[in-house]
């Protein structure tokens, strides 16, 4: 029999802390390989190596076929909601109007009831209803908007006849948005960015390509912070932006007048599927089921 206070103690009504390290209980942090991460040179919505690159005000890198075409799909996206709204109103309207005629044939049908008397109609001898009539002290003439109500009705019980709620279509946005930052974004923003490479090296295709900074002659990675001058695109590692064209007011390539405004930092890392910036920690929280012994894996809380 094991003792009382060891850790193979399974005769308790809850879980001990080497029972729940065993099972996985609590937050588990795993720091994300290479494969999660896109490259820095790789395009936010193809993932793949960019093909003349374009960037926003952001620092968001896509390819300018990819970004033209997402910018295209949203302004047709946007033309289909704006004739869906539209439609919606035009419904709108025809049924208010339709619903003025009607309460008004409704008050008129009311009015001539008042005045001239509702007396039954019977078309045989044994007294039987008409179609518009009534018949006892407790029935209720049937107007044309209720009988219409009444034959138009859907049978709930019946999953062909269930009526379904009318779907509201808000006004919609005219703006194109960033699909990377969700920013507005338009196409006379974006700018072409041109890398420079590393001709020292001869590499066997066109997708090994090694890109290098013009000023300091460093090779570019994930790990170096760059900027990118939206007047002529040329691309930097920050340290020699901040050192050098922050001061000079002038692009050390082309010597195109820049300001600081110009100086874009592109941003590193990944999008949904990847992760991205410096906090490269994948988290999950685990939960135990009561009663159940198996645990159920939730994404840890924002801090």
Same mark, same amino acid.
């Given at each position: 029999?094991?003792?009382?206070?060891?850790?193979?103690?399974?005769?308790?009504?809850?879980?001990?802390?080497?029972?729940?390290?065993?099972?996985?209980?609590?937050?588990?942090?795993?720091?994300?390989?290479?494969?999660?991460?896109?490259?820095?040179?790789?395009?936010?919505?193809?993932?793949?190596?960019?093909?003349?690159?374009?960037?926003?005000?952001?620092?968001?890198?896509?390819?300018?076929?990819?970004?033209?075409?997402?910018?295209?799909?949203?302004?047709?996206?946007?033309?289909?909601?704006?004739?869906? /709204?539209? #439609?919606?109103?035009?419904?709108?309207?025809?049924? %208010? *109007? =339709?619903? +003025?005629?009607?309460? !008004? $044939?409704?008050? @008129?049908?009311?009015?001539?009831?008042?005045?001239?008397?509702?007396?039954?109609?019977?078309?045989?001898?044994?007294?039987?209803?008409?179609?518009?009539?009534? /018949?006892? #002290?407790?029935?209720?003439?049937?107007?044309?908007? %209720? *009988? =219409?109500? +009444?034959?138009?009705? !859907? $049978?709930?019980? @019946?999953?062909?006849?269930?009526p379904e709620a009318p779907v509201k279509v808000d006004t919609p946005s005219t703006s194109t948005v960033c699909p990377e930052g969700?920013?507005?974004?338009?196409?006379?923003?974006?700018?072409?960015?041109?890398?420079? *490479?590393?001709?020292?090296?001869?590499? !066997?295709?066109?997708?090994?390509?090694?890109?290098?900074?013009?000023?300091?002659?460093?090779?570019?990675?994930?790990?170096?912070?760059?900027?990118?001058?939206?007047?002529?695109?040329?691309?930097?590692?920050?340290?020699?932006?901040?050192?050098?064209?922050?001061?000079?007011?002038?692009?050390?390539?082309?010597?195109?007048?820049?300001?600081?405004?110009?100086?874009?930092?592109?941003?590193?890392?990944?999008?949904?599927?990847?992760?991205?910036?410096?906090?490269?920690?994948?988290?999950?929280?685990?939960?135990?089921g009561s009663g159940s012994g198996l645990g159920l894996v939730r994404p840890a809380a924002k801090t």
């Amino acid at each position: 029999m094991p003792q009382r206070h060891s850790k193979n103690n399974n005769d308790l009504a809850f879980f001990t802390y080497d029972e729940k390290r065993k099972l996985g209980y609590g937050t588990q942090k795993e720091r994300l390989g290479k494969d999660s991460i896109k490259p820095f040179d790789a395009c936010c919505l193809c993932l793949k190596p960019f093909i003349d690159p374009m960037s926003c005000q952001k620092g968001h890198v896509f390819c300018k076929e990819c970004i033209l075409e997402c910018l295209l799909a949203q302004k047709k996206d946007i033309q289909r909601k704006l004739a869906a /709204h539209a #439609a919606q109103q035009k419904q709108e309207k025809e049924e %208010e *109007e =339709e619903r +003025l005629i009607l309460e !008004k $044939a409704r008050e @008129l049908d009311a009015f001539d009831q008042q005045n001239h008397g509702a007396l039954p109609q019977y078309n045989d001898k044994n007294h039987s209803r008409d179609k518009n009539g009534f /018949h006892g #002290a407790n029935s209720v003439k049937v107007t044309s908007f %209720e *009988e =219409e109500a +009444l034959r138009t009705m !859907k $049978a709930f019980w @019946l999953p062909s006849a269930t009526p379904e709620a009318p779907v509201k279509v808000d006004t919609p946005s005219t703006s194109t948005v960033c699909p990377e930052g969700k920013e507005k974004l338009k196409l006379k923003t974006l700018f072409p960015i041109y890398f420079t *490479e590393d001709e020292s090296e001869q590499k !066997k295709s066109n997708l090994d390509k090694t890109y290098i900074c013009p000023s300091c002659k460093v090779t570019l990675t994930n790990t170096l912070p760059l900027v990118a001058v939206s007047s002529c695109g040329h691309v930097f590692c920050k340290k020699c932006a901040d050192r050098f064209m922050a001061v000079d007011k002038v692009c050390l390539v082309c010597d195109k007048p820049c300001r600081e405004r110009n100086l874009v930092t592109l941003e590193k890392g990944g999008t949904g599927f990847a992760g991205h910036g410096d906090h490269l920690e994948a988290t999950d929280f685990k939960h135990l089921g009561s009663g159940s012994g198996l645990g159920l894996v939730r994404p840890a809380a924002k801090t």
